[in-house]
């Protein structure tokens, strides 16, 4: 198979500045989840917490490769094997010193995706991750960059709250900058914004309804405008099911595990289940064979909008029994250790109701032509 004809994997960053909301609970039980259905899947940690090398129990010794070395370094990348079909590249502390250290490199900013086309071009067809998922840290810097230039997609982890809600616009800000514009390219020009995943839910809250109305009216807005056809957004919703509040979530990391290690019949891993299954159906459960090519390449036209838009329009072009971002299992309540019960997702979801005139809509808005 020539490079041509090689389907890219599905290069993921997974970011947010503003800390815990859930982003490394995201990009670690996700994953598992694309794991556990065989599909070859690699995470890299970028974070100097090294959270998600935690979450996932790695101890590697002294001599194994990080992060730091795959950065600085000029040879194709060793992952540890973090599960069956999930390898990953940890972080360490020392990583905080690769912000300084890259400044002083040639094209600091594409060392990342250099070093994952050493390991594409060192391994077969049949070894290659079909999935990469890039936990970025809680900032804006060489290593947030790195992650948004080997990335094509960029997933934004959040809790559906007023502040969050403003962080998403300044988000959505950065990868226009990083696309640039026709005129003016810049670092990569293909990067575009897949969504929102909603973490640490409850649907009940009259706030949280009217974050989750702004943003599924803004994304539309966007995914419509035809000014933006070409832009960041116009493949962009918010993921569902949302992943509800779920104390089992919250400890599983404090003992190296996944969501599935822990407790696989938590309403956690559940949720992770259901948007693994919405990731897997854009990137493959299509009519068109090619489609999923155009996707991990960070293409695709509006006359294939199964590929990633949401929407009746888009519901009504998806095979019958390819499940959409809206669709799922309908789910039991909380568990009972998380001391709140939520209610189960249902199997469709209705329209979005009017978008109340709040300060939520204000701060979305105000990004709404990047």
Do not use: W
Not at 19 to 44: D, Q, Y
Not at 174 to 200: A, D, E, F, I, Y
Request: with cysteine; proline share 8%.
């Amino acid at each position: 198979m020539t490079a041509e004809q090689r389907t890219p994997a599905r290069v993921m960053a997974f970011m947010n500045q503003k800390g815990g909301v859930g982003k490394t609970t995201t990009t670690v039980n996700l994953a598992a989840a694309l794991a556990r259905k065989g599909r070859r899947t690699l995470l890299i940690d970028l974070d100097p917490q090294a959270h998600a090398s935690i979450h996932l129990g790695y101890e590697g010794d002294a001599d194994a490769p990080t992060v730091y070395d795959v950065l600085l370094g000029d040879e194709a990348p060793s992952p540890a094997r973090a599960r069956e079909h999930l390898e990953l590249i940890p972080a360490e502390t020392d990583l905080a010193a690769a912000e300084s250290e890259l400044a002083t490199l040639q094209a600091p900013q594409h060392r990342l995706r250099k070093a994952l086309e050493r390991l594409d071009n060192a391994r077969p067809e049949s070894e290659r991750p079909e999935f990469v998922l890039l936990d970025c840290p809680p900032s804006l810097g060489q290593l947030t960059v790195n992650a948004l230039v080997a990335a094509r997609e960029v997933f934004i982890p959040m809790q559906a709250h007023f502040l969050a809600l403003q962080g998403v616009g300044k988000l959505i800000e950065t990868v226009g900058l990083l696309r640039g514009t026709p005129q003016q390219p810049g670092l990569n020009p293909k990067l575009r914004v897949s969504g929102v995943v909603l973490c640490m839910h409850d649907k009940q809250a009259h706030h949280t309804q009217e974050v989750v109305a702004d943003l599924d009216t803004f994304f539309e807005h966007a995914r419509t405008d035809p000014s933006g056809a070409d832009g960041p957004l116009r493949f962009a919703r918010v993921y569902r099911p949302p992943i509800r509040r779920n104390i089992k979530l919250a400890e599983c990391p404090s003992f190296g595990q996944t969501i599935f290690d822990y407790a696989p019949d938590a309403n956690g891993a559940e949720d992770y289940t259901a948007l693994a299954d919405n990731i897997l159906s854009e990137f493959e459960g299509l009519p068109n064979a090619s489609a999923s090519t155009q996707l991990a390449a960070g293409e695709g036209t509006p006359d294939q909008p199964k590929v990633a838009v949401v929407g009746q329009a888009a519901r009504d072009s998806v095979d019958a029994h390819a499940p959409t971002a809206h669709s799922a299992a309908p789910h039991q309540d909380a568990d009972a250790s998380a001391g709140t019960s939520q209610d189960s997702h249902p199997t469709s979801q209705p329209a979005p109701p009017p978008v109340a005139e709040s300060h939520a809509n204000g701060a979305v808005d105000a990004h709404r032509t990047v």
